[in-house]
């Protein structure tokens, strides 16, 4: 949606705050929004638009500050000049900038969002901010369009109350320009169910739990509270390998990151949530994951060598070092979620060097992808790798370099602690 995103709200600047922020139910959702940040200090608004849910916030809590970032200097201007009041303009600092980028010098403990997620092109780098710019325990406040949306209700509803109160000839032609602004979102939103948001933010990140999870907006939105773990650190993790629902978690932060963060995966109909990631191999594997404060950081699935046959196989003629006395395993995928320490990731793949070595595999053979940020890891680690070749003829297009590494001969990677 990018620039494209920029015009839209560009035109609706003004007929928000002629009608939407007008109208009883966005007034509903705003009180409900503001309740769930009472008595917060410091509170950032990312995506504040005009900036009414940070004047309501700091109307209702005289002695808090807030920020908001908005991409959208008509949004802000309208802010300035006609939502934040005089007696509360020292309080606020309004930012000309993405939401999804922006870090203060110091972090909240609150955070905001009302309306923003649906209409990001990237709209998971939004979490991650708001993780990122969240004290330990603060909490995020978000609603957003929920799955299902008819946003014709929400018109409707405007329509009605606007007629009623007598004014529709002097607002009708904001109303047509939400209308039209809607109907470019149509089959464009991103949006999730309420269930859906719940899970992305407690399994992918780092909130510890849900406070508040409802409909709000006629139904249209969710309405969710979470609470922010700590912060991690790398010796605090606990490396081992994954049991029983541990491993279905495995399979959804492989789906998460390949398919929601990078778009590596194709979309299927008949499978489209995390069972896409799931294959027959996972049956053979061993799942290294990173566990902390009880949740999976990171993870490296290793398929055991087995007479299903290992997955490079179909690339590669691995009979030269297939000897009776060799046990072969091929990592399968190596994902660290975003909010993961640096260094996450190597720790998972060192204990699992080591896990390997005492269940008696001496060999590691596997593909890694022609991409130069993966290239140089692997060369760090001292992996040893042939030219690429494409993956064409199994349906895939990408190259990928063969690497077969003797375990037994390891490396100063992973000799190292
Ligand atoms: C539907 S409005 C919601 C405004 C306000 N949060 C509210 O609830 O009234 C969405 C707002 O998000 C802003 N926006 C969209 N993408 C953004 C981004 N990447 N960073 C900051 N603001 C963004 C738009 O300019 C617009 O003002």
Known sequence: MGNRNIEWWEKIARAYEKVIIRTSFYQDMESELVEKLKGRKRVLDLGCGIGNVLEKFLRENPSSTAVGVELNQSMIDIAEREIISEQNNGRVKLVNGDATKYIDSERFDAVVSSNVLFCLEKPFDLLL?????????????????????????????????????????????????????????K????????????????????????????????????????????????????????????????????????????????ANPLL???????????????????????????????????????PVEKVYDL?????????????????????????????????????LLGAG??????????????????????FPLENPRSLEALGIKRNVYFTCFDLNQGSDFFKKD
């Not at 995020?140 to 007629?163: C, P, R």
């Not at 990151?257 to 778009?263: P, S």
């Not at 297939?322 to 640096?342: I, M």
């Open 129 to 185: 901010n708001a993780y990122n710019t969240l004290l330990p325990g603060g909490h995020f406040v978000l609603t957003s369009m929920k799955e299902g949306a008819n946003l014709e209700t929400l018109m409707q509803a405007a329509t009605e109350e606007i007629k009623s109160s007598g004014e529709f000839k002097e607002k009708e032609q904001y109303l047509n320009t939400v209308h039209s602004v809607n109907s470019m979102f």
């Open 187 to 266: 089959g464009k939103a991103n949006v999730l169910t309420n269930q859906r948001i719940a899970e992305v933010l407690t399994k992918f990140y780092g909130f510890r739990r849900i406070l508040h999870n409802s409909d709000t907006y006629l139904g249209q939105n969710f309405l969710v509270a979470a609470e922010r773990g700590k912060d991690v650190k790398l010796d605090e993790l606990d490396v081992k390998v994954a049991e029983g629902d541990e491993i279905i978690d495995t399979f959804k932060i492989r789906y998460h990151c390949m398919k929601e963060r990078l778009g590596f995966l194709e």
């Open 272 to 310: 489209d949530n995390w069972q896409m990631e799931y294959d027959v191999f996972d049956f053979k594997a061993h799942h290294v994951i990173a566990v902390h404060d009880g949740r999976i950081l990171s993870l490296e699935r290793y398929v055991g060598d087995s007479n299903i046959g290992l």
């Open 319 to 355: 009979s030269p070092i297939r000897k009776q006395d060799t046990k072969l395993c091929e990592p399968g995928r190596w994902v660290s979620l975003p909010f993961a320490p640096k260094g996450a990731g190597k720790a998972v793949i060192k204990w699992a060097y080591n896990f």
């Open 361 to 382: 595999f001496t060999h590691w053979v596997g593909t890694v992808d022609e991409e130069p940020r993966v290239i140089s890891y692997y060369k760090r680690m001292g």
